[in-house]
């Protein structure tokens, strides 16, 4: 399935939520330049099994774990030459997950595009010929690897978002875009959303998104992008903004219910794709699936009560006839 089908079926589609909070949470070393990448050599399984706990919490798209896979922050930590693997195994891991959730319910993995370098640094913004290359190389890999949809994520700059949304549409994969605005709605670079949303547009994404944006602000961010796309919109808010020089901690400016409503302020305002960011965890997507998905939750509980009859079906059918009725 694609996303835009997802789209046509659902009023309200759910992306999942933050990563590198949940590694962090569970004792993993998120330390740079590898930040989350680092979960893919030292705990797989946990990678696993947060994607298993989003789709469990009910969303509709799963991330891959590649928001620090790309080769130039691998060769920073002397891997430089694994890329390919290490984004391999983050596809799979996704997949894996699915698998093993293993819903009769559409769920899309999408293969995660990152700035190239520190997402919150504009200033660090390679040339154009380096984001050519390195976008492209990383959408070709993750879309030979096999995720339905591509996500390029908290763009800083229109100039990146140019450059990933044109890699990922070489591809042939359909592909979102997502930026990171501050509290007034503006790229870190300066840059309005209306010009980002008038770049990329040409490279026919399938959705808009604002990412990496305190709760207390993503709705004003989303409304500005709202009004300069025609495309359908999104927004995944950060719980609050990471402080300065931070990426292991991000300060909590509001509870799950403050998330929510901060979501259903975005919903009124015409986005069709909400989830979590920085801060989240899948206590707060389970919130944003009972509000805007229910049935998601009662189509699981309909599925394990069915699973659980046909195993009692199963260890409690009668005893096979005595041998001796067989002669």
């Known amino acids: 399935m694609t996303l835009s089908a997802l789209l046509a079926q659902k009023p309200v589609v759910i992306l999942d939520g933050a990563m590198g909070t949940e590694l962090h949470a569970q004792g993993v070393d998120i330390g740079l330049p590898l930040w989350s990448a680092n979960a893919l050599l030292r705990a797989p399984h946990v990678v696993r099994n947060i994607h298993f706990h989003m789709l469990h919490a009910g969303a509709d798209i799963i991330t891959t774990n590649t928001f620090r896979s790309n080769e130039r922050a691998l060769a920073r930590a002397g ?27 559409p769920v899309l993995v999408a293969g995660g595009l990152a700035p190239v370098e520190d997402c919150y640094s504009p200033d660090l913004v390679p040339s154009a010929a380096e984001l050519q290359e390195e976008h492209a190389r990383q959408a070709a890999q993750l879309a030979m690897y096999g995720a339905d949809v591509l996500l390029v994520e908290t763009m800083m700059s229109v100039r990146e978002a140019d450059a990933a949304a044109a890699a990922c549409a070489a591809t042939g994969k359909e592909f979102a875009v997502s930026f990171v605005c501050d509290a007034e709605g503006r790229l870190l670079s300066g840059e309005t959303l209306a010009d980002a949303a008038g770049t990329v547009a040409r ?70 794709i909400v989830g979590g960011c920085c801060g989240s965890t899948p206590e707060h997507i389970l919130s944003l699936t009972r509000t805007f ?18 195993r009692r079906s199963r260890y409690n059918r009668p005893a096979l006839p005595d041998a001796q009725n067989f002669t």
Request: glycine letters at 6%.
């Open 203 to 272: 490279h026919a994404p399938a959705a808009l998104l604002v990412n990496c944006v305190s709760a207390l602000h993503i709705r004003r961010a989303h409304a500005m992008l709202r009004e300069a796309t025609a495309l359908p919109t999104g927004a995944y808010a950060n719980t609050g903004n990471p402080e300065p020089g931070a990426h292991e901690e991000t300060r909590r400016d509001v509870d799950v219910e403050g998330f929510t409503v901060a979501a259903e302020h975005c919903v009124a305002d015409g986005a069709r």
């Open 79 to 105: 891997y430089g030459d694994r890329w390919e693997e290490w984004n391999l195994r983050a596809v799979e891991l996704a997949f894996e997950a699915r698998e093993r959730y293993h819903p009769a319910r």
């Open 293 to 310: 998905s229910p049935s998601t939750l009662r189509f699981q509980e309909e599925e394990q009560e069915a699973w659980l009859e046909a």
